[in-house]
């Protein structure tokens, strides 16, 4: 176990989760629940458990079909197959997550912003839309912000 990659990660990963929650926080209204217990006396610490959540799930999800559907002894820092799963992975576990979220009631979306919600999973569009944005830019970073290859 590398504990030195590891710890990038998490480092990574909790960079990003408050950053996001910070630029994104009036898009919707967290319950009394998940706002018991905070990080930084701002950011629920359930979202950024959340956060650590899709990332893990959704990296561990595109590089093990990565492997199984094209063999290779190593995950590469770029890759366009690596990239699409990525893409698709990020997208479809974190929107099944924010999902549960909703379900569970831990959050409400903003009524003033006038989402447009997806059927099924009742979801904002522009959340759907946000996943996999992430998908096209932050996994690849976070690889080459750990030195795992080279650019």
Do not use: H
């Not at 190593?74 to 698709?88: A, G, H, R």
């Amino acid at each position: 176990m590398d504990w030195k990659k590891i710890l990038k990660t998490a480092f990574f990963i909790l960079f990003f989760a408050v950053y996001w929650e910070s630029i994104s926080r009036e898009f919707w209204d967290y319950s009394a629940t998940i706002q018991e217990i905070t990080v930084f006396r701002t950011f629920p610490l359930i979202m950024i458990a959340f956060w650590i959540a899709v990332f893990s799930v959704s990296l561990c999800i595109s590089e093990y079909l990565f492997k199984k559907i094209f063999p290779a002894g190593t995950i590469p820092v770029f890759d366009k197959n690596l990239y699409i799963l990525e893409i698709f992975t990020f997208g479809i576990v974190g929107m099944a997550f924010e999902a549960l979220l909703g379900v569970l009631g831990l959050l409400e979306y903003n009524q003033v912003l006038r989402w447009t919600i997806v059927p099924l999973i009742n979801i904002p569009i522009n959340s759907v839309a946000g996943y996999f944005g992430i998908g096209m830019f932050v996994p690849s970073t976070l690889r080459v912000f750990r030195g795992d290859g080279r650019i």
